[in-house]
């Protein structure tokens, strides 16, 4: 049901890529409530996934781009200006890659370079971003933009790897972007910092059904959907959050807030085995 929530504000998303996509769930509640938006992900991304069809659903032109490439951010805020007719209301950042977890590289040993990768994908894109739609003056006055991260920016969490290191880069810089564009624009910039969501991405880290399980039984209002996460999305967005910036906002069913649930104990109490590999060596992780 729609309460127009976002009529006549215009917006661009960023990352979408299938139905798993929180973005894809942004995107489809944007234009349920008023919104008019553009998509934009990899020009890879455009072919492989299924992006076309949600633009075709939603009436949205697709602008392939590179978020890491200043040039090619040039161009998404300047074609989504003159698509839209104005100035850009909202931005949600939902752009996330580690190279190291996709090769299985283990934290204590990374590939560095490979480590540059997933910063620059995962975390520096968003400060680009910024940048790229300060300098043109391509965001209205009092506009809003949210970067998706996950609790393990300040908590160790077994498999997402340097990930971690990328969302606490991502959270600092709303922070640090924050003041800035606040200050000189009335811009509010935020991380939602969501549930375990089986994403495209988030399948790929190692024991990600166990991680989604644990989070659903430690959460007292279990883990939030993608869907939800849209509908917060869209209350960042709109007007009613207009003093909510450099925020990092947890968005887990009160997983952050948790020590230990019942349920919880209850699992963990059923093994108390340790865990080791076929040469009897104990796994950290």
Not at 65 to 84: G, N, W, Y
Not at 162 to 178: N, P, Q, T, V, Y
Not at 268 to 283: A, H, P, T, V
Request: charged residues 25%.
């Amino acid at each position: 049901m729609s309460n127009n929530l976002l009529k006549g504000k215009r917006g661009i998303v960023f990352g979408a890529l299938n139905e798993m996509s929180i973005a894809w769930k942004v995107a489809e509640r944007a234009v349920e409530e008023g919104a008019t938006i553009t998509l934009t992900n990899t020009p890879v991304a455009c072919r492989m996934g299924s992006v076309v069809a949600l633009g075709e659903k939603l009436n949205a032109e697709i602008i392939p781009a590179d978020a890491t490439s200043i040039e090619d951010l040039e161009t998404v805020f300047t074609r989504s200006q003159e698509i839209l007719g104005g100035k850009i209301d909202f931005v949600l950042h939902s752009i996330g890659m580690s190279p190291n977890v996709r090769k299985k590289r283990t934290y204590d040993d990374l590939d560095y370079n490979l480590l540059s990768s997933t910063l620059d994908i995962s975390a520096i894109s968003f400060h680009k971003m910024i940048q790229v739609a300060k300098k043109m003056d391509a965001i209205t006055e009092g506009g809003s933009i949210i970067a998706l991260t996950y609790v393990a920016s300040e908590r160790t969490f077994y498999g997402y790897n340097d990930m971690a290191d990328a969302k606490s880069l991502l959270e600092s810089i709303a922070r640090s972007f924050g003041y800035i564009y606040g200050r000189e624009k009335g811009v509010r910039i935020n991380t939602i910092s969501q549930s375990p969501t089986m994403t495209t991405a988030g399948s790929g880290i190692k024991g990600f059904d166990g991680l989604m399980d644990f989070s659903d039984k430690m959460s007292p209002l279990g883990n939030a959907s993608a869907e939800e996460c849209a509908d917060y999305c869209l209350v960042m967005f709109s007007d009613f959050t207009r003093k909510v910036t450099m925020q990092n906002l947890f968005h887990d069913g009160g997983f952050s807030s948790m020590g230990m649930s019942l349920r919880a104990m209850n699992q963990y109490n059923k093994s108390f085995d340790e865990f080791r590999d076929e040469n009897g060596k104990l796994i950290y992780g």
